[in-house]
């Protein structure tokens, strides 16, 4: 499958484990901001930011979020901050679909926990490339997926393709996973697979695993196709550009 070196395994519990890599030169076609844009390059996994209930808690969330609609595919998305979500080939917006419905699917504590966990993880990413958490900004798209064996039906539905996150996205400088359930437990397939030029670095998924990486082409990456169960995460990404900030979401 060319995966040659497993970062962490599922049954790995890390505290902390990075690897240095140079930075690409993604970043010089882009506004530097002092203090924040990458400087030190690289890649990391901890298991000590988030515990297994609070992951088993978040994904209640989704599941409940995702439970009204869902993709034709094998990729459904769920975003608190826009209200995207999957349903069959499109999207629709969960605020104005679901109205004051909404209050009977998530509650307030849904949403800080929510919060909780993204500031957590902001502030792991900030300590391990030294910089301020205060000068990363949680940045669009930040939102839950749902992978499954399920063919794809559209373009949305092909999430295997390998792609650099700050040319997909132009706003992403650090891009986080948080786990939610376990590897060849949950699901079969899914690793998320980082592709280096001398040979591919994966890590399996385990619930409250963060994984977390500077968004340039030096992170050049893709995720297997699920081949059996359910596969749960939740892509949390960061800007230096106060511009490109968004707001944690809120019941309304």
């Known amino acids: 499958d060319g995966v040659t070196e497993v970062l962490a395994h599922r049954n790995d519990n890390l505290q902390d484990k990075f690897m240095e890599i140079p930075c690409s030169e993604d970043y010089d076609s882009h506004k530097r901001f002092a203090g924040c844009t990458p400087r030190k390059c690289g890649r990391g996994v901890t298991d000590a930011v988030i515990t297994r209930e609070e992951a088993e808690r978040i994904r ?9 609609g869902g993709s034709d595919g094998g990729a459904s998305i769920l975003d608190l901050h826009s209200g995207a979500l999957s349903l069959g080939k499109h999207f629709v917006n969960l605020y104005r679909y679901f109205g004051d419905k909404i209050h009977d699917i998530f ?3 849904d949403f800080a926990l929510y919060r909780d966990v993204r500031q957590r993880i902001q502030q792991r990413i900030a300590q391990v490339f030294g910089i301020s958490s205060s000068a990363m900004y949680l ?5 839950f997926s749902r992978m499954n064996s399920t063919g794809a039906k559209t373009t949305h539905d092909e999430y295997w393709h390998p792609h650099v996150d700050k040319v997909t996205y132009g706003s992403f400088d650090y891009t986080s996973l948080l786990y939610l359930s376990d590897y060849s437990k949950d699901f079969g397939g899914g690793r998320f697979v980082f592709m280096d030029a001398d040979s591919n670095r994966t890590v399996e998924p385990r619930a409250g695993r963060v ?10 990456h893709r995720v297997e196709r699920v081949r059996w169960g359910t ?15 968004i707001g944690d979401p809120r019941l309304a």
Request: with cysteine.
């Open 139 to 143: 940045t669009k798209p930040t939102f």
């Open 107 to 109: 509650t307030e504590e």
């Open 211 to 220: 994984s977390f990486f500077t968004s340039g082409s030096e992170n050049l």
């Open 60 to 68: 209640r969330i989704a599941e409940r979020g995702l439970s009204l």
């Open 231 to 245: 596969r749960f995460a939740i892509t949390i990404s960061f800007s230096c550009d106060p511009a490109r900030g």
